[in-house]
Nanobody
Framework: QVQLVESGGALVQPGGSLRLSCAASGSIFSINAMGWYRQPPGKERELVATITSGGTTDYRDSVKGRFTISRDNAKNTVYLQMNSLRPEDTAVYYC???????????????WGQGTQVTVSS
């Protein structure tokens, strides 16, 4: 069993910053890609940022230059530093990891429970 636990969501004013964290625990052999998704109110879930096991990152256009994804492999943790936050960044943010629990196994998608980020004055 693998569990992803997120933290860091909050209410913040426009222009403010937040740092989200997501730690994986349980039976973990290795982790490949990690990422952050978000689901704005009344909309579908969308990809925000990804980071490969080698550290290559990718971002959706609307967050480029404002958000930074990073990972700590020793802690099985992925972070999302969010700066210059805008009201349109308001959403439930979910972390995602491709995890293998055994060397003979395939990588499987794992999701966190979600953390609310609200940007409002």
């Amino acid at each position: 069993q693998v569990q992803l636990v997120e933290s860091g969501g909050a209410l913040v004013q426009p222009g403010g910053s937040l740092r989200l964290s997501c730690a994986a625990s349980g039976s973990i052999f290795s982790i490949n890609a990690m990422g952050w998704y978000r689901q704005p109110p009344g909309k579908e879930r969308e990809l925000v940022a990804t980071i490969t096991s080698g550290g290559t990152t990718d971002y959706r256009d609307s967050v480029k230059g404002r958000f930074t994804i990073s990972r700590d492999n020793a802690k099985n943790t992925v972070y999302l530093q969010m700066n210059s936050l805008r009201p349109e960044d308001t959403a439930v943010y979910y972390c995602n990891m491709h995890i293998r629990t055994d060397y003979r196994d395939s990588y499987y998608n794992n999701w966190g429970q979600g953390t609310q980020v609200t940007v409002s004055s």
